[in-house]
């Protein structure tokens, strides 16, 4: 007979969930800061972020395996362990470098933190209680992103960078005494496989080929090197699709493609967070490097976004049940395309009311379109397809969100006239701003096409609504 949970059990892994929420949107305001305080060119510093992006793609297929191995209660203390070293030796980090293989470190942390946070919810809890536990302990991952950018502003304005890292110690030695007091040690009562040379295939062809894209982009290696690494792990990816092909447990079943909505919402995922996910990178920079605002006002001005995003979920699932998934997808796609792009409209001397209105309206539709997009992807996946179903959308999502913010350094370098190799930026960047806005907004507008492919009445709402949590 399953132990009745323990009441604080929620708290501990909603603390798990704000960890990572916060870390995630902190960073983005103190970047130019950061940028300045190690000698750095601010449009360069999208490597700090993309590093713990591609860390946690590339680790959480393993994480479902590892803690039916070695327990949750032990993977769940690893992941906070590792995510607080991590954040410590972010800290301490003197060059862009060290600070970069650092946030791996972080990364191998944060990639457990959430994947076996809510195993251990889906495990402990009754059926009945499941959604209503998923639904508080995913507050966190609001509140996070509403304080986060402010949060860094001012600490890297009126302290100093290294403490948007350290404020993450304090936390995960709360959450490493009460995970051991209150985590439950679940098992998997059966030992299953893990297929380790299908995870090798996947992993490295997944980070040959993006940090492929990222090097070519950023002329961080010769042309031929990096064409030779993208072509090494496109390789590698198609070597590991037709392993799974005959693997008996592959990494991620692929009865998932069987499904039409899984299909389209998987590739639409990809390609809207090209645009939508490179907001939270780009807006930050825009507001201080090309508007001038201090780092604090820019962390204050980012809120609208959020509290957009916060008043999304009181009539999101309503408007999909009302309209149907190809409606909304296909035309919030393209809404959200032109607010985008509508970012280079703003002026040098844009009215602070105005620019929070902005803000607020894409915040409100970028939500939208994330609850639409996950609902979607895993609306009609079975018992036996959910779980791997649900794995690779995680990755999807992460992955192509570090390419988003590859995408947009990449334009920003390009534009402001390929200043690649100087520690600073003496050029107006507005125009660099403009124009990286509008580029970005055409990639997300590409995904219209992708979901155009749904039949209309394609998906089903009232499925997998734990999933309306995930942006």
Same mark, same amino acid.
């Given at each position: 007979m399953q132990a009745t949970p323990h009441r604080f059990l929620p708290w501990v892994v909603a603390l798990a969930f704000f960890m990572q929420a916060l870390d995630i949107t902190i960073l983005n305001t103190a970047l130019p800061g950061m940028a300045h305080a190690l000698g750095e060119n601010p449009l360069r510093m999208q490597a700090v972020v993309i590093a713990y992006m591609l860390t946690v793609a590339l680790l959480i297929p393993a994480s479902g395996w590892l803690a039916d191995r070695f327990g949750t209660r032990t993977m769940f203390l690893w992941a906070i362990a590792l995510f607080s070293l991590g954040s410590l030796a972010c800290a301490l980090s003197p060059t862009l470098a060290l600070l970069v293989a650092a946030r791996v470190l972080q990364g191998t942390g944060g990639a457990l933190l959430l994947p076996v946070g809510r195993l251990v919810v889906l495990r402990a809890f009754p059926r009945e209680q499941f959604l209503p536990v998923m639904s508080f302990i995913a507050i966190p991952s609001l509140v996070g992103p509403l304080i986060g950018p402010a949060l860094g502003g001012f600490l890297v304005q009126y302290a100093s960078w290294p403490w948007i890292f350290l404020i993450n110690l304090p936390v995960g030695l709360v959450?490493?005494?009460a995970a051991q007091r209150v985590m439950p040690q679940f098992r998997s009562t059966e030992r299953r496989s893990f297929d380790a040379l299908g !995870? %090798?295939?996947? =992993?490295?062809?997944l980070m040959l080929a993006s940090l492929a894209l990222q090097s070519l982009g950023e002329h961080v290696s010769g042309a031929a090197l990096a064409v030779m690494g993208l072509v090494a792990g496109l390789a590698l990816l198609v070597a590991y699709w037709l392993h799974a092909a005959r693997h008996p447990e592959p990494l991620f079943n692929p009865a998932v493609f069987a499904v039409? =909505?899984?299909r389209i919402g998987l590739a639409g995922n990809l390609f809207a967070r090209l645009g939508s996910g490179a907001t939270p990178f780009l807006t930050p920079l825009f507001l201080q490097l090309g508007l001038g605002f201090a780092p604090s006002e820019a962390g204050l001005f980012m809120i609208p976004a959020? %509290?957009?995003?916060?008043?999304?979920?009181t009539w999101a699932v309503p408007v999909i049940q009302r309209l149907g998934y190809r409606r909304v997808l296909v035309t919030n796609t393209l809404l959200l395309a032109l607010l985008i792009a509508g970012f280079a409209l703003v002026p040098r001397d844009v009215s602070p009311v105005w620019l929070m209105v902005q803000l607020a309206v894409f915040g409100l539709f970028n939500s939208l379109q !994330?609850?639409?997009m996950n609902a979607l992807t895993l609306s009609e996946l079975g018992p036996e397809t959910a779980s791997s179903g649900n794995s690779l959308l995680s990755v999807v999502m992460q992955l192509s969100m570090s390419l988003g913010v590859a995408s947009s350094g990449l334009f920003l370098l390009l534009y402001s006239g390929g200043h !690649?190799?100087?520690?600073?930026?003496s050029v107006d960047l507005m125009p660099a701003f403009h124009w990286t806005y509008v =580029?970005?907004?055409?990639?997300a507008a590409l995904a219209a096409f992708i979901f155009a492919q749904l039949q209309p009445q394609e998906g089903r709402i009232e499925a997998q609504a734990s999933a309306l949590a995930e942006d």
């Open positions: 959450g490493m005494v !995870f %090798l295939l996947f =992993s490295a062809g039409p =909505s899984y959020v %509290l957009g995003a916060m008043a999304t979920k !994330f609850t639409a !690649f190799d100087r520690k600073a930026v =580029s970005v907004g055409a990639m």
